[in-house]
């Protein structure tokens, strides 16, 4: 997702650091390293955004058309690095292809392999004419013996009848995989399934094949010791249940709830899902969020608040605290437990549905422990957005929420906080002290091609940004890969 963009003020005063960037500058150590092109075939839908009620219709003749968003690569938990290889995931395009696919770039060789998995897009509901920007590519390496773990296409699939034996695209490959010579990398690394399509429907150590049949946003992240975790949410936005599990090199243990689903049945006054993100980030296993209630009678439209809590158990099953590092029993019913500051209060409505909340939340946690989350809230009553910045410096008690210029995806590296995403349609690089608000510009690209979509890794000091270009027409579009180093 692109952060939304600089105040221009901000913008024209940080012209001369950009300038002295390219002079060797205080701001030398900044700056762009690489730039790699991935495809010029990435899937695109270039149609028509159609409602739920128009999905019947067949395949339109003149465009690719979708439900929610136009653009599926690059999105979601599509690249990793790991050690000197970089693993990104895409369709590719257009309609009537649809493959899965996965290129890993070795940087040290420079050599680009992809593999394709026989597995295409289904679309919505299982119809394979609608693109469907929910059903990502999600890849995760384990450390622990250096196997390749896919999951994508998925959408609750157990809702339909058709995927009843393909409720779960799950791949994965042997062990050494990730790091094999550039010759090797190729599909005979991966394990295949009876069915031969290299699809297998259970993880290997859970056996709750209700829960996998409706899973959605799948995502891995590494934690403490090499474990390998894989997180989704089950249910509904608004009772609906984030959940993870953990791979150790062997088998799958979970699933582990972190809240409950039908919560006003366990003392909650409504149900209630969440929109976020689980993390490991500042040496433990967090959960940061934005509940959307099933209270339809306030002033919020979807989300509201922030909500976080912490776990001193490496594998994030016990030992959960609020924010205060007070006693949290799982699975959490009451979010108000953890409730940390209430954007909603930022604005002046107070009519029914005017405060929208859906779009820039984010959090990271520095390695000395400083905690900053950014949201965004609109009040649609007086026609106003506000970005906002909550953070709490490692050791003290309150957090603070002020108002800010910045974007909407946060990262870290070392003890400093970064805001990275798209200006004009190029990387922009802010930073700030982690436990301050003091955002300081740091770095715009300037050259090469422009771009509207990105993901982005921290890995080691450096910035991984893989981008998909602005141009282009029909259902096809090109990805990059571009590079820079931190300061």
């Known amino acids: 997702m692109t952060p939304n963009p600089l105040s221009h003020a901000i913008k024209f005063i940080t012209l001369v650091g950009i300038t002295a960037l390219f002079h060797g500058s205080l701001y030398a150590k900044v700056g762009f390293l690489s730039e790699t092109k991935i495809t010029d075939k990435a899937m695109f839908f270039d149609g028509n955004k159609l409602s739920f009620k128009q999905t019947n219709n067949p395949p339109n003749p003149n465009g690719y058309d979708y439900i929610f968003g136009n653009a599926l690569s690059p999105h979601g938990d599509c690249i990793k690095v790991y050690k000197h290889f970089v693993f990104m995931t895409w369709y590719r395009g257009g309609i009537e292809d649809r493959h899965v696919m996965l290129s890993r770039l070795n940087t040290q060789t420079g050599v680009l392999k992809t593999i394709e998995f026989p597995h295409r897009h289904t679309g919505f509901k299982g119809k394979w004419w609608l693109g469907e920007s929910h059903n990502t590519i999600a890849v995760g390496i384990s450390p622990k013996n250096d196997t390749i773990h896919l999951l994508y296409d998925m959408h609750r699939n157990g809702n339909v009848a058709a995927f009843a034996d393909d409720y779960l695209r799950y791949s994965y490959s042997i062990e050494g995989a990730a790091t094999v010579t550039d010759e090797e990398f190729t599909l005979k690394q991966f394990v295949n399934s009876k069915a031969g399509h290299y699809k297998h429907l259970e993880f290997a150590g859970i056996g709750d094949i209700e829960t996998t049949q409706l899973l959605t946003y799948p995502a891995f992240f590494i934690g403490a010791d090499g474990n390998l975790f894989m997180k989704m949410r089950f249910g509904y936005s608004a009772n609906g249940k984030m959940l993870f599990a953990r791979y150790d090199g062997k088998q799958w243990h979970g699933y582990h709830d972190f809240n409950r689903t039908m919560a006003s049945e366990h003392g909650s006054e409504h149900n209630w899902g969440l929109y976020g993100d689980f993390k490991y980030t500042g040496g433990k296993f967090r959960i940061g969020f934005q509940r959307r209630s099933k209270n339809n009678a306030d002033k919020y439209q979807y989300q509201n608040g922030i909500y976080y809590a912490y776990s001193n158990d490496p594998t994030g099953v016990t030992s959960w605290k609020t924010a205060k590092g007070e006693d949290l029993a799982l699975p959490v019913s009451q979010a108000d437990l953890i409730k940390i500051v209430e954007p909603g209060d930022w604005v002046k409505t107070t009519k029914k549905d005017q405060v929208s909340i859906v779009h820039g939340f984010d959090f990271v946690v520095t390695d000395a422990g400083d905690e900053h989350f950014v949201s965004q809230i609109q009040d649609k009553e007086f026609n106003v957005i506000k970005n906002l910045h909550t953070y709490r410096k ?19 590296s070392g003890n400093n906080v970064y805001v990275i995403g798209l200006i004009d349609g190029r990387v922009n690089i802010v930073k700030t002290p982690g436990g301050t608000s003091q955002f300081t510009q740091m770095y715009q690209h300037q050259t090469g091609p422009k771009f509207d979509k990105g993901v982005v890794r921290v ?11 602005q141009a282009g027409s029909g259902d096809k579009r090109a990805l990059y890969l571009q590079v820079f180093e931190l300061d």
């Open 459 to 469: 890995f080691d000091g450096k910035v991984y940004f893989y981008l998909k270009q």
């Open 394 to 412: 490692a050791g003290n008690k309150n957090f603070t929420t002020v108002e800010y210029t910045g974007g909407n995806q946060l990262y870290t």
